[in-house]
């Protein structure tokens, strides 16, 4: 496939934050091509074959998204993204069940749109109970299902997390709501195509998807919502009724179809991939450690996916190693977040303290990550990590064996 | 010649190639416009290059543009953001602006599809509540257009704010937020030659917004979620390929002129109001729209029974509804529609094509008759 070469030209940084974004696959382009010029018809008119032809495109995708998390095709809709999909399960299912329930169960290192649509309802009457994680990233099962009680009508925990790639125990998660009532809603904007994704045997209701992190193009994602039993959702876009009045607005064909596309390849691809990834996520840590002391794999390493590593440096400063790996594309946290100065709320939530969480960097590998890249980026990184530290007196103190801890900084 | 002549393009028009092109070169980019690294930074620029074109193309400021995922997401986030508890509409909107305010007050509309002015300003004058008054600017079923410098006019009068949902009127002709006055102005770029999946809500410096969509601070905080960066770009694109705006009205006069020299009971609604000049909503008497359409369609020419959201409902337009039209003779309209790239020859396939049918009809008609 010489279009993959395509993806990065020599003189572009090596990308390393497949969390943030991926490219768009080749063949996910590929097969995109037609709906945007000769096949472009508004798949909701029905008179005339453009519009069929469309129709056919968005109902094969629709299909091609259920069967990677062993969905019905009726129960799958698009949208604009993972974010608005949160933002239309929580609200949705919060909105049209408030007169029997008002509780909601999240955690505190969910992402971003998942805990300001959380406080919004709080403002709103609803009660929300934010689960904190252990040091490790992950729920406490015992916690969780304390937590849930006969007024919870929605419990929302990813399924990994943005930052430090830890999979929660989704199955254990459904086992526990499907024995209290309470609907599960996991954003899998993280984990869809990357770990497998069952929304019977989880028992899952309500699920979000992103088009862009799995190699598909940005602007669409998907959400499931379960029919049997049947979930009902107050919706958040209205109009002309589309997506089972869910979400209304013309789908927009070439970038479902990219969706599906792109849902098809990460299935088929799931298992050899992993395995890539874990090799050079392995790759990557023993290269790191060979050269260096002092640094800190944030999260669970065994519970996580292989193409997420979150590692902090102690005595370097994350912003200043941002600077200066210049050759390397890589981020301090979560995108979203990315221009502000704030240490990562999840790593403060695993308990890492500021000035540690100050130095972590989030490296993201994906599909056209190479075992060069890798050894480039390991190389880069050990440079920059040790020219910082030879110039940091914290580094310096710490090698004479004084505990920074211990020092009573004067204020002034 | 073509295999098809499209004519549908209020339902959605083909992609332009400047546009397609945008968006390939940005489908192929990587980045997050969010991420501070190169790639991010790269992504960031697309978006902004883009919304410095779709301002131009709105008469607006950059910073007045917020992305969205189309044209009923920015229509329902205009009238969930104005803040306003009391909200006018016309009675001839889009759903998605009727859906997103149950409860609106309706303006009427006279018999060619204009709004009641007096009846909006008796309407404003009822009541002290701050009110949302949203017009749109040209009907996607008929392609009359609205006066909306009126609207704004009364509006202010009575301290309303306005809202102007111009996905039908954006890139066909000028549309200037500034120069219109208006608090708010929804677009869709596909239904001028951009992408689908995208569009903007403009909101005017100083008018009140809201958001509703949570998350992380995108569009300044007014609109949350990963920017569609391939389709903001393919969106500027065809902002700045559009400037111009469309010359059908050629076009459109010779489709009209000659559907009503062949069927002489024929007519066009809102013939007598000012029209978009690609849009023709046009009634062939006695024949059923839906056969129309098919009979068409078997004749490779596209065009549509009413808006393409509810086309596959068998229903009555609204739109005719609130002009008065008979429910009969609604029953018989059809919309055709122009766009940039209508060419001569797909007016005259559809000319030669409509007339077959007319024929046809009339002939077994006749059949009927003498055979009775």
């Known amino acids: 496939m010489t279009a993959i070469t395509q993806i990065r030209r020599n003189d572009q940084p090596i990308y390393l934050d497949y969390q943030a974004t991926t490219p768009v696959d080749p063949r996910v382009l590929e097969a995109m091509m037609p709906y945007f010029t000769h096949k472009f018809g508004n798949p909701h008119s029905r008179s005339h074959s453009y519009g069929w032809e469309a129709e056919e495109a968005v109902e094969k995708a629709r299909a091609q998204v259920a069967k990677l998390i062993g969905a019905d095709e009726k129960e799958v809709i698009f949208t ?27 955690t505190v290192t969910e992402h971003k749109c998942v805990l300001d649509t959380c406080r919004h309802l709080e403002q709103q009457g609803f009660e929300v109970t934010y689960l904190p994680v252990q040091k490790n990233g992950l729920i406490d099962l015992e916690v969780l299902r304390a937590a849930v009680t006969d007024k919870t009508v929605l ?94 607005g013309t789908l927009p064909t070439p970038l479902c179809v990219g969706l599906g596309e792109a849902a098809e390849i990460a299935m088929k691809e799931m298992d050899a991939e992993s395995k890539r990834l874990a090799k050079l996520q392995a790759r990557m840590l023993k290269g790191l450690n060979a050269k260096l002391t002092d640094i800190h794999v944030n999260g669970d390493l065994e519970h996580r996916i292989p193409g997420n590593l979150n590692i902090g440096f102690a005595y370097v400063e994350g912003e200043s190693l941002m600077m200066g790996i210049k050759g390397l594309s890589v981020s301090s946290g979560s995108a979203c977040t990315s ?11 695993l308990g890492v303290e500021e000035d540690m969480a100050h130095t972590s960097l989030r490296i993201g590998l994906g599909r056209f990550t190479t075992e060069h890249e890798v050894d480039t980026a390991v190389d880069e990184l050990v440079h920059h990590v040790n020219k910082l530290r030879a110039m940091s007196p914290l580094w310096e103190m710490a090698q004479e064996g004084i505990d920074i801890k211990s020092i009573e900084w004067a204020a002034h | 010649m073509r295999a098809f002549a499209y004519l549908d393009h209020n339902a959605t028009s083909p992609l332009r190639p400047a546009a397609f092109d945008a968006m390939v070169e940005a489908l192929r980019a990587a980045g997050n416009p969010s991420s501070v690294h190169r790639s991010g930074r790269t992504a960031r620029g697309i978006v902004d290059a ?239 729209a839906e056969t129309q359409v098919m009979a068409l369609d078997l004749a490779n020419v596209c065009v549509s029974a009413g808006a393409a959201c509810s086309s596959g409902k068998v229903q009555r337009s609204a739109v005719l509804r609130a002009m008065n039209v008979q429910d009969s003779e609604a029953a018989t309209a059809i919309r055709i529609s122009c766009g940039w790239n209508t060419e001569s020859d797909d007016i005259e396939r559809l000319i030669a094509a409509w007339q077959d049918l007319y024929i046809r009809v009339a002939d077994s008609d006749l059949t009927r008759a003498r055979a009775a």
């Open chain 1, 80 to 106: 604009s993204g993972a974010t608005e999909s949160n933002n239309l399960a929580i609200r949705g299912v919060a909105e049209f069940y408030k007169d029997r329930k008002n509780h909601i169960v999240t």
């Open chain 1, 155 to 248: 419990v929302s925990i990813m399924a990994v997390n943005n930052e430090i790639g830890v999979i929660q125990p989704l199955a254990e998660i459904g086992k526990i709501c499907r024995e209290k009532k309470a609907f599960f809603h996991t954003d899998a904007a993280q984990a869809a195509g990357k770990i497998p994704l069952d929304v019977e045997a989880m028992n899952i209701d309500l699920m979000s998807i992103s088009g862009h992190k799995i190699y598909g193009p940005k602007g669409i994602g998907a959400l499931y919502v379960r029919r049997k039993p049947r979930i009902r959702l107050v919706p958040l876009i209205v109009g002309g009724g589309q997506e089972r009045g869910f979400r209304s």
């Open chain 1, 339 to 349: 221009a502000s100065l704030e240490p990562s709320y999840v790593l403060r939530a």
């Open chain 2, 50 to 288: 883009a919304r410095r074109q779709v301002a131009t193309l709105a008469g607006a400021l950059p910073r007045e543009i917020v992305f969205t995922s189309g044209g009923t997401e920015a229509n329902n986030m205009a009238i969930g953001g104005s803040g306003r508890g009391r909200v006018l509409v016309s009675a001839v909107e889009h759903d998605s602006v009727l859906r997103a305010a149950p409860d609106a007050e309706l303006i009427p509309v006279c018999a060619e599809g204009v709004v009641d002015l007096g009846a909006l300003e008796r309407l404003l004058a009822a009541s002290n509540e701050p009110a949302l008054v949203s017009v749109m600017f040209a009907n996607n079923e008929t392609g009359v257009l609205q006066p909306i410098a009126d609207v704004v006019r009364l509006a202010r009068q009575a301290g309303a704010l306005v809202h102007c949902d111009a996905v039908q009127g954006a890139g066909k002709v000028p549309v200037d937020l500034h120069g219109l006055g208006v608090d708010y102005l929804s677009l869709s770029a596909h239904k001028f030659g951009g992408p689908t999946g995208v569009g903007a809500l403009v909101v005017r410096d100083g008018a009140p917004f809201a958001s509703d969509r949570r998350g992380g601070g995108q569009e300044s905080n007014r609109r949350a979620g990963t920017e569609n960066v391939a389709g903001i770009a393919g969106f500027g694109a065809a902002a700045a390929a559009a400037r111009d705006g469309l010359a059908v009205e050629g076009l459109r006069d010779r489709v009209e002129a000659s559907l009503l020299a062949i069927a002489p009971g024929a007519r066009v609604f809102g013939a007598g109001a000012r029209r978009l000049g690609n849009t023709t909503c046009i009634a062939m008497p006695g024949v059923k």
